[in-house]
């Protein structure tokens, strides 16, 4: 540091080039200090899973978060008007068993004949019989004739092996694996004590793969479905595989979900397994550049991630901007609970009206002291006309929860068993998963069609997805 006698030996215009540095010096700092300040009172108001699109995990230790859903007068429970269900008694029974009185009176000593019996009551318990494994084994047999032609009977073509496991077991364990995410080290547990079958976590990897290959006729199909839609919607989410990170892509519609394993986050691996995109359908996702950047006939931004974004904003800055936003898209989504099929095609004036509000809040100048929104003004100025899609398609939604909750079963499945061992070990849960999912949107028994499956793929025959419903 300068001393006073340092100073006094500089010259008039050293001491105005010093004066000067120091001054910029100052301001530098002092802007950099604002910065700081800032930072620190926004870090006060942490984004989480209410606020942006972090996941809930990201809220461990954090205070409780404000729900996008809003409070309304109804009390807790079911409603007036709900009809309620109970445990009702089957027609017919498989076993009854009779509960009659002693034959002889306790009070008078008189014999009774069952002729006497009423039935007074009667009461059900209902429960599963023990499971034991079934083992069916098949002999040839040779007959050997006069003439000397010794004929001979064949094993069914789906019997292959020595020793093998049936479908049934086979269909239970990808159930199990794939539906209800029981973890390898497990299911061999569960395996054995509902069956008394013992299987190692090979023979349970072994089977799947299995059960996956099976299925692929369906999986293809499901992709096809997919990509013939009208509207689709897509998502994509981390997972770990060997301690990698990988992706998890899906892609789905009302009635199909097709889950797909990728090394990458980006627009490849769209073009990888969509090269022509969806010229005939409106693609429904969030904002990111992967997602946004598919051919579509025309792309819907998801409201709720928007909204959330907005509450951010609400949280951190006290200006009216965000506010107004945010009560406009839910203005929308209100407006679209109510349209009836004609007003999307025809020309209807509510929904001009709210576009053009719309334009004029982004046309808006925001101050200085605002600048996370500046970014969000920016991508909604840009996306404009990706906002309001489902205003003009019945069949389009305003948010993608449906992808959302499509991707979330591999983040159940890596919370359960702590990741995935191979790749290929994610390519069949993404494989069985996409059938299972797409089985239970068409309204279809998961178990049951798995089964159908495999058996008829084990006998070499061509099926398709229509084939299960």
């Known amino acids: 540091m300068l001393s006073k006698d340092d100073l006094q030996q500089f010259t008039k215009e050293e001491l105005v080039d010093f004066t000067y540095n120091l001054l910029k010096q100052i301001e530098n700092l002092t802007r950099e200090v604002q910065f700081l300040r800032e930072e620190v009172r926004l870090n006060k108001n942490l984004k989480n899973s209410g606020n942006s699109s972090l996941p809930p995990s990201k809220d461990l230790f954090q205070s409780k978060n404000q ?162 839609a009208t509207t689709i919607g897509g998502d994509e989410t981390g997972l770990k595989v060997k301690n990698a990170k990988y992706w998890a892509w899906t892609w789905q519609t009302a009635l199909a979900t097709y889950i797909s394993i990728s090394k990458s ?61 945010k009560a406009l898209l839910k203005r929308a989504i209100l407006l679209k609970h109510s349209m009836t099929p004609e007003q999307y095609t025809e020309p209807f004036g509510e929904r001009a009206e709210l576009i053009k509000a719309f334009d004029t809040l982004l046309k808006q100048t925001l101050p200085g002291n605002v600048p996370k929104i500046f970014p969000f003004q920016k991508r909604l100025i840009k996306r404009h006309h990706q906002i309001f899609t489902f205003l003009f398609y019945p069949g389009v939604p305003y948010d993608n929860n449906g992808s959302e909750r499509a991707i979330r079963n591999i983040k159940v499945k890596q919370k359960v068993s702590g990741g995935f061992r191979s790749e290929r070990g994610a390519e069949i849960f993404a494989i069985l998963r996409s059938v299972f999912d797409t089985v239970l949107k068409k309204g279809g028994n998961p178990f049951e069609d798995i089964r159908f499956a495999l058996n008829m793929a084990s006998c070499k025959s061509d099926f398709r997805l229509n084939q299960l419903l």
């Open 265 to 325: 986050r980006g627009f490849e691996t769209v073009t990888n397994t969509f090269p022509d995109g969806f010229p005939n359908a409106t693609y429904v996702s969030d904002s990111l550049s992967a997602q946004l950047k598919i051919k579509a006939k025309s792309h819907q931004l998801c409201l709720a991630h928007l909204l959330r974004d907005l509450t951010f904003f609400q949280q951190i800055y006290l200006h009216s901007w965000p506010t107004k936003m």
């Open 67 to 228: 729900s996008l859903r809003e409070k309304s007068n109804k009390k807790s429970g079911g409603q007036p008007g709900h009809k309620g269900e109970t445990l009702l008694m089957t027609p017919n029974p498989d076993k009854i068993i009779k509960h009659a009185p002693s034959q002889v009176c306790p009070k008078c000593g008189e014999i009774h004949t069952d002729e006497s019996l009423k039935l007074v009551g009667k009461r059900q318990v209902i429960d599963t019989p023990v499971i034991m494994a079934s083992v069916i084994e098949h002999q040839i047999y040779q007959s050997t004739c006069k003439c000397g032609f010794i004929d001979s009977g064949t094993f069914p073509v789906n019997v292959a092996a020595p020793v093998q496991y049936g479908p049934n077991l086979i269909s239970l364990t990808a159930y199990l694996s794939s539906r209800q995410f029981v973890p390898y080290h497990r299911l061999t547990e569960l395996i054995q004590s509902i069956t008394n079958i013992s299987m190692s976590e090979g023979t349970i990897s072994n089977i799947l793969n299995k059960a996956a290959d099976s299925v692929l006729p369906l999986y293809e199909g499901i992709k096809n479905e997919v990509a013939n």
